[in-house]
């Protein structure tokens, strides 16, 4: 039941900015995290950075002082504010939804994915 609807993905130039936007629905539990992957072609999908419910973050190396990643809990929302970007940011962008449900159960949701494009 649960979705998550990414946007505003697209193309820039080097030195440009995105905001993502990643909306959640469904049975989503108070108690999550969130964050954003990405995958770049012939690469592995690695996190970018991830938020908890109570609004501790966490980013890669690469993207440190350039991204943002923030939430509106009220909205079930998680966004990415991308800053300064490199054509090394290239990649499609995924946004995980990690819900902790007690007793050590959890599940994993992903969005269909958001293809940002930076150029030199």
């Known amino acids: 039941q649960v979705q998550l609807v990414e946007s505003g993905g697209g193309l820039v130039q080097a030195g440009g900015s995105l905001r993502l936007s990643c909306a959640a629905s469904?049975?989503?539990?108070?108690?999550?995290?969130m964050g954003w992957y990405r995958q770049a072609p012939g690469k592995q999908r690695d996190l970018v950075a991830a938020i908890t419910s109570g609004g501790s973050t966490n980013y890669a190396d690469s993207v440190k002082g350039r991204f943002t990643i923030s939430r509106d809990n009220a909205k079930n929302t998680v966004y990415l504010q991308m800053n300064s970007l490199k054509p090394e940011d290239t990649a499609v962008y995924y946004c995980n939804l990690h819900i902790f449900k007690g007793f050590g159960a959890a599940s994993d949701y992903w969005g269909q994915g958001t293809q940002v494009t930076v150029s030199s």
């Open positions: 469904g049975s989503i539990f108070s108690i999550n995290n």
